[in-house]
């Protein structure tokens, strides 16, 4: 069998795709196919002709359109196969676009790729990442910033795009002296990594229903959706958890996720460029040990937003129910949707 936790596709420098796998049996022979859509896979069609059948462990893949994302199949002479693609989109306007797809759920299957995605602001995208997008076939974003950010930086993925643009925001905080002091260039914060767990457990607290409406829309049709916020990391990370946990997918595997963006984002070019912006109470410079646990993402985070449903829930489904309108019969329609 595959080892999914070894089994990734990442592009060289030259755009080109490597795309490496793990066999719990290793020296078998295995087929790779490659398709601009997953959907052949996930039907169980004609898998086409094996662009590499080899013994090795990797294969370098030329790319043959930079334009277009694809997909991967892997099929070991056992009979076993997994699909891959990659996990973060190589887009320059947006580093931290990313797939959802391919991890699995307790009842073993695994999410769809090229159906769930989460992302940064989508304002600055090049010419040459809104085609990449728009050839994604997204038709349902949730928009996550505060209408101010939504109007400062709006999204822009070209005429030809036919999504549907929803308006979620979601305030990172229940302190809107916070907000007021950030938009006034002040950090005031004493405990910046303690605070930003307080701001998880607020998710769960004051911002349900702006969640409960993204999964309302996901419901709503065979949606492949995208969810974004500013940097794509609190907001989105939250949004993002919520989902994989509906999905079934571990609590492990939601924080490993989450972590994710620490590699995509710039982090240490960020804390240095607001360190010289922002300024605390007294005038001063804010420190970059103050920034830091504010701008990266921690296990702490995302586990404080868990324990708090569980404070206040007498269950997951209980909390599903109550705070995300999500009853068995639409759990089940979830799982069935983005479930292989």
């Not at 056992?78 to 973060?88: H, T």
């Not at 190589?90 to 759920?105: I, V, W």
Request: charged residues 25%; contains cysteine.
């Amino acid at each position: 069998m595959f080892d999914l936790s070894a089994c990734h596709v990442e592009r060289n420098r030259d755009g080109n795709y490597l795309v490496r796998w793990h066999l719990s049996k290793p020296g078998q022979k295995v087929a790779v196919y490659m398709a601009d859509s997953p959907d052949r896979y996930y039907a169980g069609s004609d898998l086409g002709t094996p662009i590499a059948w080899t013994t090795q462990t990797e294969v370098l893949v030329p790319n043959p359109d930079k334009e277009v994302r694809h997909y991967f199949y892997l099929e070991s002479a056992g009979g076993e196969g997994v699909i891959l693609a990659e996990r973060q989109l190589n887009l320059q306007g947006t580093p931290n676009f990313r797939d959802l797809g391919g991890y699995e759920a307790r009842d073993g299957r695994r999410l769809k790729w090229g159906k769930l995605y989460r992302s940064s602001k989508l304002s600055a995208l090049t010419d040459v990442d809104t085609r990449y997008v728009h050839r994604l076939g997204l038709t349902l974003i949730c928009d996550f910033r505060q209408v101010v950010e939504q109007q400062l930086e709006p999204t822009r993925l070209g005429s030809e795009s036919l999504h549907v643009l929803a308006s979620l925001p979601v305030t990172p905080g229940s302190s809107h002296s916070f907000i007021e002091n950030l938009h006034n260039g002040i950090i005031a914060v004493e405990d910046a990594a303690g605070f930003m767990e307080e701001i998880n457990r607020d998710f769960v607290i004051n911002q349900m229903p702006q969640y409960a409406e993204m999964f309302q829309l996901l419901l709503a049709g065979d949606q492949q959706l995208l969810i974004h916020c500013a940097s794509g990391k609190d907001r989105t990370g939250v949004g993002a958890a919520l989902i994989l946990d509906v999905l079934g997918v571990s609590e492990e595997t939601i924080v490993n996720d989450y972590l994710l963006t620490n590699k995509y984002l710039p982090i240490n070019e960020e804390v240095k460029r607001l360190s010289r912006e922002f300024k605390d109470r007294t005038g001063a410079a804010v420190s970059e040990e103050v920034l830091r646990p504010m701008l990266e993402l921690r296990p702490e985070y995302i586990r404080a937003c868990f324990d708090e449903i569980k404070k206040r829930y007498e269950s997951r489904e209980h909390f599903y129910e109550s705070a995300l309108r999500l009853d068995k019969l639409k759990l089940d329609k979830l799982k069935d949707r983005y479930l292989h």
